[in-house]
């Protein structure tokens, strides 16, 4: 389906004014929502597009940008050393208190709506988007989740000081999971992988797990690492989990 031309909205929270992207399917009542968490780099290209793509599926998508105290509004960090430093710098600078109060005020911006008459909001992230996804299900709100290759989950190191109790708290979650990997990132080794896996195992939580023959970022459409491929077969399966999810009534 066709959409609106994408926007933005000026979201105020605990830690200060947050800039969110919003996709927007056109016509008809206001369809479920999914909060698209990018890469430690923004709003890029490949995240606008993966938006717009989900959206033409017939979901609201909001793009939050991650790191609204450090930057300016509207920033997006470069795929070079320069932005692979800096965004890597502001994911264990920011306060992961901060993470979850940005979470927390998205979803109830997006709940609050009278005309929001859906059973929840999804979330879908990429790389540090992955562990945002991932942990902003903590919140009973998040119904159903897509992880692409999410770092620092196994390692529990996201944030000031690098401390963070996703894992440990995995067993709070109620979403349906889908957690995608790939077999050479050396982010996320094997022995972490399998940690992870485990530990949803032991909690006995809802979750599809698939790993691709693919490395760290496969499904950015730039650059030699992209996978058009595993990226398909990903889509599709993430796809299938917020339909089943989040169309219900």
Not at 127 to 154: E, P, Q, W
Not at 165 to 181: K, M, N, P
Not at 223 to 239: H, K, V
Request: hydrophobic share 40%; with cysteine; proline share 5%.
């Amino acid at each position: 389906m066709t959409l609106h031309e994408p926007d933005y909205f000026e979201l105020e929270t605990l830690t200060g004014t947050m800039r969110v992207h919003r996709f927007l399917p056109s016509g008809g009542d206001r369809p479920p929502a999914v909060i698209l968490y990018s890469e430690i780099y923004q709003m890029t290209g490949p995240i606008q597009r993966l938006a717009a793509r989900l959206a033409g599926e017939g979901f609201e998508v909001f793009v939050p940008e991650v790191y609204h105290e450090y930057e300016a509004p509207g920033a997006v960090l470069s795929y070079d050393k320069e932005g692979t430093e800096r965004g890597n710098f502001l994911k264990f600078e920011k306060p992961v208190s901060s993470f979850d109060s940005d979470a927390a005020a998205l979803l109830e911006w997006i709940t609050i709506r009278a005309e929001y008459h859906w059973m929840g909001v999804g979330t879908l992230g990429f790389c540090l988007g992955g562990h945002l996804a991932f942990r902003a299900s903590l919140d009973r709100r998040v119904v159903a989740v897509s992880c692409f290759y999410a770092t620092d989950i196994h390692s529990s190191s996201l944030g000031k000081g690098k401390r963070d109790d996703t894992l440990a708290r995995c067993g709070e979650i109620e979403a349906e999971l889908l957690l995608v990997w790939g077999r050479q990132d050396p982010h996320v080794p094997d022995a972490g992988r399998r940690l992870i896996y485990d530990k949803l195992t032991e909690k006995e939580r809802n979750f599809q797990w698939h790993e691709f023959n693919a490395a760290h970022a496969f499904a950015r459409d730039e650059g030699p690492r992209y996978d058009p491929t595993a990226s398909r077969i990903a889509w599709e399966m993430t796809l299938e989990l917020f339909k089943r999810k989040l169309l219900k009534q």
